[in-house]
Structure formats: C-alpha cells, structure tokens
C-alpha cells in the first residue's frame, strides 16, 4: 500500500484553509452527528481534544456542548489554525497527530473528525490511547472502502495508477484499536451520496477541502490535456438519471474507551500540559 505524505497532506489543507468553513459541508455534517453522539454516554469531561480540528468548527461546537470543559484543538496545518482563530474562541495547538505534543494520561475525551483517512491510524490510535485518563473515551469519524467510489472507478478506465486512497475499513479500525490499548471498541456505517451538475463543481468542492492525493506514488507534474479529457469521460459515464454526478462517502463512526485504572496524583494535571519533545 503506498504510504502517505504528510507534507503533501499538510501543503494540500494550507491551501484550502481561506475556503474550508465554507466548503466543508461533510465535515459539518459528520461532526454534527458525531457530536450529537456524545449525548448518548454518561460523560463529564474536564479537559478535551480535538483531533484534527481543521478550522475549529467541531472545536467551537465542543465548547458549546460542554460548556463546563477545556477544550482544545490540535490540526497539522498552521493556516487552518489562522483561519480558525478568526472565527472562534478556542485555543488551538499546531501539531502531528503521529506525534501529539501533549503529556500522558492527560485528556478525558479525544473527539476526532476526519482526520484518519489521512494518517497512519495504528501511530493514532496508541498516542490517542497515551494521552487519554484511564476511563477516558475516544470517538471519531473515518471513511471507509466505498469512498469516493466513482473517483476510483473513473480514474481505473483512464490509467492503473493510484489516484484515490485505501481507506480503511471498520473491521481494520477496530482491531487496530484493540491492538493500541483500547478496550469496547464500536463501530458503525453511514452511506453518504453528494450530487453534482458539473464535474468542475465536483473536482472544486474535493479541492476546496484539501481531499487531494498525497500518495506517495502518486504521478507527479501536470497531467496532459488527453489524460483529463479521458477521465472527464469516464465520470460522465457515471452520470444518473437525474442528470447529476455522484460522489458517494463511506463514514465510519467509532468510540472506544482506554481501560479504567487508578491514575497517579503526579498524572492527573488541572490542565492539558504541552510536551515540547519526546
């Protein structure tokens, strides 16, 4: 499987910073659900961490929904932060979710929104379970398999080179939660189907929320003027009798909570302590 550039990841969502608010109509709607989830779990948390937390929407809805608690957002991309800190009141952290600069044992809830397709989720999920209280809970959204579907299947008539990620499925998710130290892990699927008139309008609205290839073996360089116009043909064949073109998503909604143990005084800080190294 090729591996993942986070430079390019990080490069990608930069770029889309100015327009994501606007843009990102599925991550609204998948951190929308998966906020609302949250009620559904006998939770009082001091001190909260939005992974992944792009331009802080989820971030603020947190603050919201928890008014009681520090909540913090952590994203990879600097100019989301930016972005973010006009709009909302939250604290933000520029960091890697590889690496989190945070202490151990240190948060109650990770609440996590579509950052996984574009990370190593076994690395995630062991430093989620690292700086999560015992008892602390762990929920998030993903995509799975059947995502961008007709994006793949367009791209396949054209060439045989790697265009769309491999997203994981919720089997895998799982058992990569358990190996991590995560305990109950539940999972289920939600099928989302975006329509479009055009093809530009489709291929503005990925770009817009920073869902580009960054593919390691991804080619590299402008494409020519025949590989567009193939693959233009390709998804127009996809078009259904609405007259509009789909673009479906896969959303995989988790929670699994890091086992319940008795935390040392010395580990039970009144804040969430940075870690500036490892």
């Not at 995630?124 to 379970?129: K, L, N, P, R």
């Not at 099928?191 to 489709?202: D, G, I, N, Q, V």
Request: hydrophobic share 40%; net charge negative; proline share 4%.
């Amino acid at each position: 499987m090729s591996a993942i550039e986070l430079s390019t990841v990080r490069r990608h969502f930069d770029r889309a910073a100015a327009g994501f608010h606007t843009a990102s109509v599925l991550h609204k709607r998948v951190g929308t659900e998966l906020v609302e989830r949250l009620s559904l779990v006998d939770l009082s948390p001091r001190h909260i961490l939005d992974l992944g937390c792009g331009t802080g929407w989820c971030t603020a809805f947190l603050s919201h929904r928890f008014g009681q608690s520090a909540v913090v957002g952590l994203d990879l991309s600097e100019a989301m932060l930016r972005a973010g800190e006009k709009t909302t009141g939250s604290g933000f952290i520029n960091g890697d979710a590889h690496r989190l600069p945070l202490a151990d044992q240190c948060v109650d809830l990770i609440f996590s929104n579509l950052l996984l397709p574009w990370c190593d989720t076994q690395i995630v999920f062991s430093e989620a379970c690292r700086v999560l209280r015992p008892g602390g809970l762990f929920t998030f959204s993903s995509c799975g398999p059947d995502s961008l579907r007709e994006l793949a299947a367009a791209w396949a008539m054209v060439d045989e080179g790697p265009h769309v990620h491999a997203f994981s499925d919720m089997h895998d998710l799982g058992d990569s939660l358990v190996q991590s130290g995560f305990s109950e892990p539940v999972m289920d699927v939600e099928m989302l189907t975006f329509t479009y008139r055009t093809l530009e309008a489709l291929v503005t609205d990925l770009r817009a929320t920073g869902a580009r290839n960054a593919l390691s073996s991804r080619q590299r360089g402008l494409r020519g003027s025949g590989q567009g116009q193939r693959f233009k043909k390709a998804y127009e064949s996809l078009r259904g009798e609405d007259g509009t073109l789909p673009l479906s998503w896969e959303v995989i909604y988790g929670v699994a909570w890091r086992p319940a143990q008795r935390v040392p005084d010395h580990l039970s800080p009144d804040g969430i302590p940075v870690r500036v190294s490892r």
